[in-house]
């Protein structure tokens, strides 16, 4: 059971490149989100879907777009990538609103 | 808006020395979560507590819900180097999500 997997794993881009980060889940949950972490600044909530087809902004949705056209998968896009973006992004899924969220190793991602 | 502050947001200790970290919500909270990231690693879910008072235990961890709802605690008694990570507290908003506090990362001092 893999559980929830991210892809790629590291990810070195330049000003202006664009780049999608790939979240599967093998849980059936409805429940998907997409975070980054800062040092010292513990996890922000980009974007956010309760269920196939639905998405939502969450904290800091800006320079992000997301979509979630099989319940299983939830991509990640930056369409013109830029250094403040140098993050570590975690993919989550939960079955419900308020249950556990289950995450992914996280994908490390240098904006240069 | 609603917030969710955890201290400290660091803690170095001996080995075998206790840990805490505290968590206060500016609103009551229906539950709240604990996590722990290892370094490099991803949060993973340790515990949640739903009823105003709660204490529960797990092994040398010892989680605390405040009496108003509104605070939380963790304990770790003895620390050992498997404790060394991040620990997280998170309580849910009212539109789907969780507000997660910023984290207290344990140090052992070598």
């Known amino acids: 059971n893999a559980g929830v997997t991210q892809t790629p794993k590291f990810r070195v881009l330049k000003t202006g490149q664009s780049m999608t980060l790939l979240c599967a889940q093998d849980m059936n949950h409805e429940y998907m989100y997409w975070y980054r972490q800062d040092p010292g600044m513990g996890l922000r909530l980009i974007h956010y879907s309760v269920g196939e087809g639905t998405t939502a902004k969450g904290e800091v949705p800006d320079g992000y777009n997301v979509s979630r056209l099989k319940k299983q998968n939830f991509l990640l896009g930056l369409e013109s990538a830029a250094p403040s973006q140098t993050s570590v992004y975690f993919c989550?899924?939960?079955?419900?609103?308020?249950?556990?969220?289950?995450f992914g190793a996280g994908t490390r991602l240098s904006v240069l | 808006g609603q917030q969710v502050m955890q201290i400290p947001q660091y803690q170095h200790v001996q080995e075998g020395e206790d840990f805490t970290t505290y968590c206060n919500s500016s609103t009551t909270l229906s539950n709240i979560q604990w996590y722990k990231q290892r370094p490099g690693g991803h949060p993973v879910f340790l515990i949640q507590l739903v009823k105003s008072g709660e204490v529960k235990k797990q092994k040398r961890l010892t989680f605390q819900f405040g009496e108003a709802k509104k605070n939380s605690s963790l304990h770790i008694t003895a620390t050992q180097t498997t404790d060394v990570g991040t620990y997280f507290c998170a309580g849910p908003k009212s539109n789907y999500q969780l507000i997660w506090g910023a984290g207290t990362k344990l140090i052992i001092k070598p």
């Open positions: 989550a899924s939960s079955y419900g609103p308020r249950d556990i969220q289950y």
